[in-house]
Every structure is written in C-alpha cells, then in structure tokens.
C-alpha cells in the first residue's frame, strides 16, 4: 500500500478557492438555467425506501430529456454525489453513502441513464448525468459539492468537476478516458483537488490512475493490494477506503456547514 499526496502552492489553493466561490454565485448554483431549474423537471418521491437507508427516492431529468432515479441520504449543505461502475448501478455505493450521512453529509446516489429505472442508452452522456445530479442537489440546498466515482463514473467526475465547481473529486479505478469523456485531459488544467484509490494489480487502471496522477497539479493517491475494481476494493478494504474519503471530504468543505443532530435538535427546540 502506498499513500501519496502532491499538494497545490498555498497561493494557488486560496486563489482557486476564491474562483470557485465567485464562480459558484455568479452561476446561482443553477449554471445560470433558472427556467429549466425552476420547472417541473424535478419530481420527488417519497415512500417505502426499502433496505437501502436512503430518506427518500428522487427522479430528475437531464437537459437532454432523459430522467434519472436517484436516492437521498442524510442532510445538510454539503452534498456528496456518487457515481456508479459500469455494470453495476448506485446501489453499489449504498454502504458508503449511509456511512457519509451519518458524518453530517448529504449523499445523492443515483443510477446512470439507461441502469435500472433510469431511462436512455446505457454508458453514453454519463457528463449531461452527472450535471443533471449536481444541480438537483444545488436547487435542493446544497452549498458545496464533492464528486466520487467508481470506474466510468470516476472518470466522469473528474472531467465535470470544474464545470460543476466542485470542492473537490475523487475516483476509484478511474480509465484515463470513457468514450468521449477524457479525465487525462481534464485534469491537465484543473486545480480542484483530487483523491485517487486504485488496486495495484488492476491493469490497465492502475496505470490509468498513475497517468491522471502525474498530470494533476493537486493529488492523494493510494494504492491498495490486490486486484479489485471500482466499488469492488470496498470488499477487501472497507473501513480504508472510508476514512480516507471521509478525510478527503472533511479536509475540503467547510465545517460550518456539516449537519448535525446537535444543531437539529437546538433548532427543533427554538
């Protein structure tokens, strides 16, 4: 195993930072699509949520059309958004996101067009996807956002992190490019810090991962034996895998705006 971390000049970091707030308000945390954003294009549905931990179900639609199923953990103004494997669908993060919601944090999983309820051409647009995500959870009152992704979805995240001013990305297993979308070359010009965990017999990922590595200017990287995959590396190295993404979000959101019970409760009674 093997834990690295290439941080970004402290001048750099403050002024990306600042970039990222100012940028985040002048785009109202909408991308500046208020109509589409203030329709009916987000529908919540509320119910028997099975086994899975989540608060409620979502569905919400993409710019192109297609509408997305979706799952809420937790509360808060900081929300992390997780993004599935190819194969798999979000209830393979469902482990994750309840454990990140009972550390304050809003979690949003939700499955990629065309993965169980959700509609559209399976392994295709998975940027408009995750666009679509953010949002529904900026309109939801999110204030900062965090992406993780597992495989495709890794390297989906790390291509829309600066287009979604996000505080911060991390990537299981992550291809250095999915059809279209190119993590290489996203990461190239991106200061937005960076957490990559990938298996060290897991090829070609393992090399994928070194690659995006060395050309990110702000970089954790972790390398876990053995030769499991994307969501997978949660079956030998659970409890690792956790914590350092918890300390990876913990260490780039603000504190002031983790929920808590504490905080709940006092505003229940006032």
Same mark, same amino acid.
């Given at each position: 195993m093997a834990v690295e971390f290439k941080a970004l000049p402290l001048l750099t970091l403050a002024l990306t930072l600042a970039l990222t707030v100012f940028a985040a308000c002048a785009s109202g945390g909408q991308n500046g699509n208020s109509d589409f954003y203030q329709s009916e294009e987000y529908v919540e549905l509320t119910g028997n949520i099975g086994e899975s931990g989540a608060i409620e179900k979502v569905r919400f639609?993409?710019?192109?059309?297609?509408?997305?199923?979706?799952?809420?953990?937790?509360? !808060?103004?900081?929300?992390?958004?997780? %993004?599935?494997?190819?194969?798999?669908?979000?209830?393979?993060?469902?482990?994750? +996101?309840? *454990?990140?919601?009972?550390?304050g944090y809003k979690v949003l999983t939700f499955d990629f067009r065309g993965y169980g309820k959700s509609t559209g051409k399976r392994d295709t647009r998975m940027d408009r996807d995750l666009e679509a995500a953010v949002a529904y959870v900026r309109a939801k009152g999110a204030r900062q956002v965090i992406?993780? !992704?597992?495989?495709?979805?890794?390297? %989906?995240a790390i291509e829309l992190a600066p287009e979604v001013n996000?505080?911060?990305? +991390?990537? *299981?297993?992550p291809p250095s490019s999915f059809g279209k979308i190119n993590a290489l070359n996203a990461v190239s010009s991106m200061l937005i810090p960076l957490l990559l965990i990938v298996a060290e017999n897991d090829p070609p990922f393992t090399g994928d991962a070194r690659n995006i590595e060395t050309a990110a200017a702000a970089t954790q990287f972790l390398e876990l034996p053995g030769q499991q995959h994307g969501t997978n590396l949660f079956a030998e190295h659970s409890d690792q895998i956790s914590g350092i993404l918890l300390s990876f979000i913990d260490r780039w959101t603000d504190d002031s705006l983790v929920a808590s019970e504490e905080t709940q409760s006092q505003s229940v009674e006032d």
């Open positions: 639609r993409t710019e192109d059309s297609e509408d997305l199923w979706g799952s809420i953990f937790g509360e !808060g103004e900081i929300a992390i958004v997780l %993004t599935h494997m190819r194969g798999r669908d979000q209830s393979s993060w469902f482990p994750f +996101a309840r *454990l990140a919601s009972d550390s992406l993780i !992704g597992a495989s495709m979805g890794g390297t %989906t996000a505080q911060g990305v +991390a990537a *299981l297993s």
